[in-house]
T-cell receptor, first 112, second 111 residues
Framework: GESVGLHLPTLSVQEGDNSIINCAYS??????FIWYKQESGKGPQFIID???NMDKRQGQRVTVLLNKTVKHLSLQIAATQPGDSAVYFC???????????WGAGTKLIIKP | NAGVTQTPKFRVLKTGQSMTLLCAQD?????MYWYRQDPGMGLRLIHY???????AKGEVPDGYNVSRLKKQNFLLGLESAAPSQTSVYFC??????????FGQGTRLTVV
């Protein structure tokens, strides 16, 4: 079946350094991937997305890389700030246009 | 622009009681979703709707019912609450691609 997993449940990063959050997916037919940020007590917030016809997409301080050969997705956050502390979820589009398959999340901790 | 609003934010139910969670969006989105999130896990889709008057089952629909009588509202009902339904419930809406906007969540405890 479809599944999305994350390599590390918790990631600690020094403030100002770059963060890299990794995600593996199992369905090679998935054509859409998305990253969400969830702060404590809040709903998920969209960060960035990428379609399977792309390898890389950049946003403000964030970059998503997609490696379809090894079915791997990563989120890079430049110059990590205290406000980046959250749980980050990757998700892939399932068989329909409506159902996202979510990973368990990676908690990003910023060290001062 | 309020986005996606969920009510209530917190609720405690006794086993066997019923309740309805309300979701309202003011972005004129066609698609709406109800998810549940359990501790340390990602979101799982309960039901979704692709338009007014239509609903469909998601990944974990058992024990829940939904209705989409108006485009801006999506109701989630629990007819007979069970402890296994203790969770945080999130409503979301979208234009049809998977970039969904989420509400703040409803924390439900069934005792």
């Amino acid at each position: 079946g479809e599944s999305v997993g994350l390599h590390l449940p918790t990631l600690s990063v020094q403030e100002g350094d770059n963060s890299i959050i990794n995600c593996a997916y199992s369905n090679s037919a998935s054509d859409y991937f998305i990253w969400y940020k969830q702060e404590s007590g809040k709903g998920p917030q969209f960060i960035i997305d990428i379609r399977s016809n792309m390898d890389k997409r950049q946003g403000q301080r964030v970059t998503v890389l997609l490696n379809k050969t090894v079915k791997h997705l990563s989120l890079q956050i430049a110059a990590t700030q205290p406000g980046d502390s959250a749980v980050y979820f990757c998700a892939e589009k399932g068989k329909s246009n409506y159902q996202l398959i979510w990973g368990a999340g990676t908690k990003l901790i910023i060290k001062p | 622009n309020a986005g996606v609003t969920q009510t209530p934010k917190f609720r405690v139910l006794k086993t066997g009681q019923s309740m309805t969670l309300l979701c309202a969006q003011d972005m004129n989105h066609e698609y709406m979703y109800w998810y549940r999130q359990d501790p340390g896990m990602g979101l799982r889709l309960i039901h979704y709707s692709v338009g007014e008057g239509t609903t469909a089952k998601g990944e974990v629909p058992d024990g829940y019912n939904v209705s989409r009588l108006k485009k801006q509202n999506f109701l989630l009902g629990l007819e007979s609450a069970a402890p296994s339904q203790t969770s945080v419930y999130f409503c979301a809406s979208s234009y049809g691609d998977s970039r969904a906007f989420f509400g703040q969540g409803t924390r439900l405890t069934v005792v």
